[in-house]
């Protein structure tokens, strides 16, 4: 929807939004649902198989989740994410999952109009966020029940399309599609401003607050909108709050090495699925350099060992290194990821004899993919304009020719429009916010950033790298949100956004 109207621009007096979400990925989604009155209840038709958790819930059985204490909840709870609450709200979820049950959720939804607080999802493209540009054959890493948002049945939306344990997991195709749709389920459609680009927030103090008449640090949300015809249509607004929801695949991690901006190198799978679509790579070019060794790099190794290419496959860890992503993944629902990490152990450069430097042979004597070959321990030194790289292993240096060259080690948030990149946000200030070295730094029931109130983190920025988990940050913020409205007497609200 339009995010303003053409004639409203300029404005003398920007419109005051008590929240503004910045990002309208699975993030964002599930906190527009909770802050559209959609509250969360103990089912007393269920139990959780958790029986000091059961307990505790069964004291205010009464109470939404959100208006309970988080922190006592959250109290004893183990899981795979370091933010208490996300612990909380998967387990209320998926209770036991990572035991491999399925137990039905221990939660019912009622949804209450008059605890509505209105805000905005400001997102650059349809709700989903990076899921629409996510490469449509791929299978997502969790299970598509794993994937799914509050309120509405992952299933349901796919009408149960399940051939096999593995088609347990969806492609990034069908979860882009159950965001878009799980928006229009919702009636959410008004919080959403699609096509939106933030270029800048900024704290003024003690600012009059347009809404409330009462005064309060505001935070001024500036950007544009592109509109019909490729217009790009500036808008200003004062928010109450802002909520950074913004993930983590803005910006890839560089290596950091010479002849890394030459045009045969790229860091994203998607320029290599176009290379391969368009055929201007096939089994008689030069290798593909593959660098990295997560979940990413093995996908591009998939695409190109399936389409015949050969592949040099280099990565810094030892193939027994334990922090290896695929060392927690169960081989009978990740089987093509173990079969990566069969070849990056069994078809290594000492393993091949026709491997020489300068010649990449095929060794049809392997029975998994005979084109690949891996480097572990081995860096890039540099790439050369005449398509060859430099590798450094212990103790030597080799040189191949190749055809492209794939750099997959990561991505990083990119927080352009805050003060100094939001690097003051971070645990470690001196160091730029990156989701797994180092996240954002907030209150760890509330997800308010430890250095400024008002402004909330949740998501990858805080180190919930899944949609499992990433859900805890939508009912610690609602939770917090709900609380402190409702002690200034300025909840209720018709459910209309009347800035947009």
């Known amino acids: 929807m339009p995010l303003l109207e053409e004639t409203a621009l300029p404005q003398e007096h920007p419109p005051t939004v008590p929240v503004v979400i910045i990002g309208n990925g699975p993030s964002g989604i599930c906190l527009s649902y909770l802050l559209s009155g959609y509250k969360p209840y103990l089912d007393t038709a269920t139990v959780h198989p958790n029986p000091i958790l059961y307990s505790k819930l069964q004291e205010t059985k009464h109470l939404p989740i959100t208006e309970q204490d988080l922190e006592y909840l959250s109290e004893g709870l183990e899981g795979r994410s370091r933010n208490p609450v996300a612990v909380l709200f998967d387990t209320l979820l998926h209770p036991n999952a990572d035991f491999g049950y399925e137990f039905p959720p221990v939660l019912q939804w009622r949804r209450d109009k008059q605890q509505h607080i209105p805000h905005l999802v400001l997102g650059r493209a349809t709700p989903g966020g990076a899921w629409h540009a996510m490469e449509g054959s791929m299978l997502t890493i969790s299970l598509g029940i794993w994937m799914e948002l509050p309120g509405v049945n992952y299933r349901d939306l796919t009408n149960g399309k399940r051939r096999d344990v593995t088609s347990d997991r969806a492609t990034p195709e069908e979860i882009s599609s159950y965001y878009r749709n799980y928006v229009k389920l919702k009636g959410l459609q008004k919080n959403f401003a699609d096509n939106t680009y933030v270029t800048s927030v900024q704290k003024l103090c003690r600012v009059e607050s347009l809404n409330s008449g009462g005064g309060g640090a505001l935070w001024e949300v500036r950007g544009y909108q592109q509109v ?171 040189a191949f020719k190749i055809s492209m060259a794939l750099v997959l080690i990561g991505t990083n948030p990119n927080l352009f429009f805050l003060k100094g990149q939001g690097q003051y946000l971070g645990q470690d200030p001196t160091k730029p916010v990156s989701c797994k070295q180092n996240p954002i730094d907030i209150h760890p029931y509330t997800f308010e950033c430890t250095k400024e109130p008002g402004l909330f983190a949740m998501g990858p920025l805080v180190g919930d790298n899944f949609v499992r988990f990433l859900k805890g940050g939508a009912l610690g913020i609602a939770s917090c949100l709900l609380k402190r409205l409702k002690k200034k007497g300025k909840l209720i609200s018709n459910g209309g956004n009347n800035f947009i």
């Open 228 to 398: 019909q015809n490729d217009t790009h249509v500036p808008f200003s607004l004062f928010a109450e709050n802002v909520v950074l929801a913004t993930g983590a695949s803005d910006s890839p991690v560089r290596l950091g090495v010479e002849g890394e901006d030459l045009p045969f190198v790229f860091h994203s799978i998607s320029d290599l699925g176009v290379a391969v679509s368009r055929r201007k790579l096939d089994m008689n070019s030069d290798p593909v350099l593959i660098v990295g060794a997560g979940l990413c790099a093995a996908d591009a190794v998939l695409c190109v060992c399936n389409s015949n290419i050969r592949v040099l496959h280099v990565f810094r860890k030892n193939v027994d290194d334990s922090d290896l992503i695929f060392k927690q993944l169960p081989k009978t629902l990740y089987p093509e990821y173990h079969k990566v990490y069969n070849m990056m152990c069994s078809q290594t450069h000492t393993n091949v004899p026709q491997l020489s430097a300068g010649n990449v042979a095929s060794n049809a004597s392997v029975s998994l993919f005979p084109d690949y070959t891996s480097f572990p321990e081995h860096c890039v030194v540099s790439l050369q304009s005449d398509m060859k790289c430099l590798l450094q292993g212990n103790n030597s240096l080799k």
